[in-house]
């Protein structure tokens, strides 16, 4: 299929899927006239990176994860478990952090407010 296709499929537009092809995240083959032709298995793994993305992960990450989601079971061999593991701590620190801004925000707009109301 065509990138414009793909991109009807996947609902990604055809300037993230060229930029999915440069970091390695999806690939293609050339037709004799120079068009990109996927494979109709890149739907499913265009729709695998959005859910990614959407989950906060970056294009680097998703790289080294994408091996090992194709991978069999059997074949795994945990990198994919500890990725994960990090992503989730990364983002329960990232969630601490902002919630530490809010608490302050918060007291300080309190104080704003009384100050105001005296």
């Known amino acids: ?4 296709e793909l991109a009807q499929a ?6 993230s899927l060229r ?3 440069e970091q390695g995240l999806i690939r293609s083959t ?3 006239g120079g068009w990109r032709d996927f494979d109709a ?6 729709v695998m ?11 680097t990450t998703i790289g080294e994860l994408l091996p090992c989601l194709e991978a069999p079971p059997e074949e795994r061999t945990g990198v994919m478990e500890m990725l994960l593991a990090q992503e989730v701590q990364r983002l329960e620190a990232a969630r601490r952090d902002i919630d530490r801004e809010l608490e302050v925000l918060q007291a300080l707009r309190q104080d ?6 005296t």
């Open 1 to 4: 299929m065509r990138i414009g």
């Open 30 to 32: 050339r037709t004799p």
């Open 19 to 21: 930029y999915y092809e």
């Open 49 to 59: 990176i959005q859910h990614l993305l959407a989950a906060g992960l970056c294009s």
């Open 112 to 117: 704003v407010s009384q100050s105001s109301t």
């Open 10 to 15: 996947t609902g990604v537009s055809a300037r």
């Open 41 to 46: 298995a890149m739907v499913e793994r265009v």
